[in-house]
């Protein structure tokens, strides 16, 4: 098996720093052997994991400072594992390493013979020609998947999460929110959401977002606009079913003066207001039958005519629609074109419900009463009890109902603590569940049980079954000591 990195015979006097330890004591080692990732070191008197600062002395070059931990103590030395500083001193690091490579046939890392030096190894595949300027950076970029691999035996899923959100928002430039920052969540739902936006919002497909009222659509439709290379054009917004049908086509697709009775002025529509940017068509199922023909003709030649004019004008502009009704049914009742679906579907997006999205319904409480905090210059915070009710609430308004009963909460708190009554929550315990099981002496515990095992153990559709959230479903599974991993 090949090493990670090339290690050399030296002898470096260096200075180890405990950081962690009172007065911070020093002693001095000698590092006798050397790589990128690790080192052999003797004098070291430490037994236990802690981390150090080691500082030896490159020839040349004067003292680096690099971080370390004990992998284990033997009979030559301490084996120590480095980890990565700055730039500069991990070049430093490696000139010294490369300057001390003894002459050999044989590749540094896996042994194999290869006496090139030009171009990569062919057994391990690993870049040889140490003379390159470039050299530590490529083979960086080459090892960082198993560097990776190394530690991700000490990392949880949030270190994970936090990881993964870091290389999108601060080196992707990717933002895992919108910019109104209430679009936010870490629940498994929102992030494939964060992760289907990112795909799709670079590209030119017409996107359909589905999802009950109050999820976040629109939010998702200006995340799409701002990350896409659309966003320095407009982002325009129409509610299909808030104009009355007689004023939709004239709001859509503009009119000349004097099409109409009041039409005084020629008027541009929503389509060519939006050129060069995002039309986002919110309730797209309560389009008249008419309009969708006409929208239809739109995304097939991006022409738009105005009412009252003979000539039809090319529009650039990319099309967000969105709806919280069933589209399957409404095309089977004849209520929604089936072209218009598909040519809209090409690219789908669903949001969940607040109450499927765990802790982001407190993450979400808690950015609300912050901004509210804000506005107001007075700091506020939720009760033990206040977060349970949030947490059992069902949310049927889903977000835009948990801004408002925050809103009301900031409004009604007489101290500096929300509690559930002042957003007219209920308090605690979850939902009663029914004693449904006939069954003689059949208990609460007896009937979850029951019911658990008719949906598999899926938390989400036993709890839809007792017509209560996920988290008052586990809160009954703690509260009568029911182990699901046994019952399986």
Same mark, same amino acid.
């Given at each position: 098996?090949?090493?990670?990195?090339?290690?050399?015979?030296?002898?470096?006097?260096?200075?180890?720093?405990?950081?962690?330890?009172?007065?911070?004591?020093?002693?001095?080692?000698?590092?006798?052997?050397?790589?990128?990732?690790?080192?052999?070191?003797?004098?070291?008197?430490?037994? /236990? !994991?802690?981390?150090?600062?080691?500082?030896? #002395?490159? @020839?040349?070059?004067?003292? +680096?400072? &690099? %971080?370390?931990?004990?992998?284990?103590?033997?009979?030559?030395?301490?084996?120590?594992?480095?980890?990565?500083?700055?730039?500069?001193?991990?070049?430093?690091?490696?000139?010294?390493?490369?300057?001390?490579?003894?002459?050999?046939?044989?590749?540094?890392?896996?042994?194999?013979?290869?006496?090139?030096?030009?171009?990569?190894?062919?057994?391990?595949?690993?870049?040889?020609?140490?003379?390159?300027?470039?050299?530590?950076?490529?083979?960086?970029?080459?090892?960082?998947?198993?560097?990776?691999?190394?530690?991700?035996?000490?990392?949880?899923?949030?270190?994970?999460?936090?990881?993964?959100?870091?290389?999108?928002?601060?080196?992707?430039?990717?933002?895992?929110?919108?910019?109104?920052?209430?679009?936010?969540?870490?629940?498994?739902?929102? /992030? !494939?959401?964060?992760?289907?936006?990112?795909? #799709?919002? @670079?590209?030119?497909?017409? +996107?359909? &977002? %589905?999802?009950?009222?109050?999820?976040?659509?629109?939010?998702?439709?200006?995340?799409?606009?701002?990350?896409?290379?659309?966003?320095?054009?407009?982002?325009?917004?129409?509610?299909?079913?808030?104009?009355?049908?007689?004023?939709?086509?004239?709001?859509?697709?503009?009119?000349?003066?004097?099409?109409?009775?009041?039409?005084?002025?020629?008027?541009?529509?929503?389509?060519?207001?939006?050129?060069?940017?995002?039309?986002?068509?919110?309730?797209?199922?309560?389009?008249?039958?008419?309009?969708?023909?006409?929208?239809?003709?739109?995304?097939?030649?991006?022409?738009?005519?105005?009412?009252?004019?003979?000539?039809?004008?090319?529009?650039?502009?990319?099309?967000?629609?969105?709806?919280?009704?069933?589209?399957?049914?409404?095309?089977?009742?004849?209520?929604?074109?089936?072209?218009?679906?598909?040519?809209?579907?090409?690219?789908?997006?669903?949001?969940?419900?607040?109450?499927?999205?765990?802790?982001?319904?407190?993450?979400?409480?808690?950015?609300?009463?912050?901004?509210?905090?804000?506005?107001?210059?007075?700091?506020?915070?939720?009760?033990?009890?206040?977060?349970?009710?949030?947490?059992?609430?069902?949310?049927?308004?889903?977000?835009?109902?948990?801004?408002?009963?925050?809103?009301?909460?900031?409004?009604?708190?007489?101290?500096?603590?929300?509690?559930?009554?002042?957003?007219?929550?209920?308090?605690?315990?979850?939902?009663?569940?029914?004693?449904?099981?006939?069954?003689?002496?059949?208990?609460?515990?007896?009937?979850?049980?029951?019911?658990?095992?008719?949906?598999?153990?899926?938390?989400?559709?036993?709890?839809?079954?007792?017509?209560?959230?996920?988290?008052?479903?586990?809160?009954?599974?703690?509260?009568?000591?029911?182990?699901?991993?046994?019952?399986?």
């Amino acid at each position: 098996m090949a090493r990670l990195d090339v290690r050399v015979r030296t002898h470096l006097d260096s200075n180890v720093c405990y950081i962690a330890r009172e007065g911070r004591p020093e002693e001095r080692v000698t590092v006798r052997e050397l790589s990128l990732s690790g080192a052999l070191v003797v004098g070291l008197s430490t037994q /236990l !994991s802690e981390i150090f600062a080691i500082k030896p #002395v490159l @020839p040349g070059k004067g003292e +680096v400072e &690099l %971080l370390a931990k004990l992998v284990r103590q033997g009979k030559d030395g301490a084996a120590v594992r480095l980890f990565y500083s700055d730039q500069d001193t991990m070049q430093a690091l490696w000139e010294h390493i490369r300057d001390n490579l003894p002459p050999t046939d044989s590749c540094p890392y896996c042994g194999h013979p290869d006496d090139s030096r030009e171009g990569s190894c062919d057994k391990c595949s690993l870049y040889l020609n140490f003379s390159k300027k470039n050299y530590l950076e490529r083979h960086i970029e080459n090892t960082f998947a198993q560097r990776l691999n190394i530690r991700l035996s000490r990392l949880n899923l949030e270190h994970i999460q936090k990881i993964i959100q870091f290389v999108d928002a601060k080196l992707l430039k990717v933002q895992h929110r919108s910019p109104d920052k209430e679009f936010l969540g870490t629940s498994q739902g929102m /992030l !494939s959401v964060f992760s289907m936006v990112r795909k #799709v919002a @670079p590209t030119e497909m017409s +996107v359909l &977002l %589905l999802g009950e009222s109050g999820t976040g659509k629109e939010l998702t439709a200006r995340s799409l606009h701002h990350l896409s290379s659309r966003r320095d054009g407009p982002f325009v917004a129409v509610n299909c079913a808030a104009i009355p049908e007689t004023l939709l086509e004239a709001e859509l697709f503009g009119y000349e003066k004097g099409a109409f009775t009041g039409a005084y002025a020629t008027k541009k529509g929503k389509f060519e207001s939006a050129d060069g940017g995002t039309l986002f068509l919110d309730e797209i199922g309560d389009l008249p039958a008419s309009l969708q023909a006409k929208l239809l003709r739109f995304l097939e030649d991006r022409l738009v005519q105005p009412v009252g004019s003979a000539h039809s004008r090319k529009i650039d502009v990319r099309i967000v629609a969105a709806t919280n009704c069933d589209l399957q049914r409404a095309m089977a009742h004849g209520q929604f074109r089936t072209d218009l679906f598909y040519r809209l579907n090409s690219f789908t997006i669903k949001l969940p419900p607040l109450r499927e999205r765990g802790e982001d319904k407190v993450r979400l409480a808690r950015h609300f009463l912050e901004k509210f905090s804000r506005s107001e210059n007075r700091h506020m915070e939720f009760s033990d009890e206040a977060l349970d009710a949030i947490r059992n609430h069902p949310w049927p308004g889903n977000v835009r109902e948990l801004e408002n009963k925050v809103r009301r909460g900031f409004l009604m708190a007489t101290g500096r603590v929300v509690d559930p009554e002042c957003m007219e929550l209920d308090q605690g315990d979850p939902a009663p569940v029914p004693e449904a099981d006939s069954k003689p002496g059949a208990t609460q515990k007896d009937y979850v049980i029951k019911v658990l095992e008719q949906n598999g153990y899926v938390i989400a559709r036993a709890a839809r079954q007792l017509n209560i959230s996920r988290p008052s479903m586990y809160a009954l599974i703690k509260k009568h000591g029911i182990n699901i991993d046994n019952m399986k």
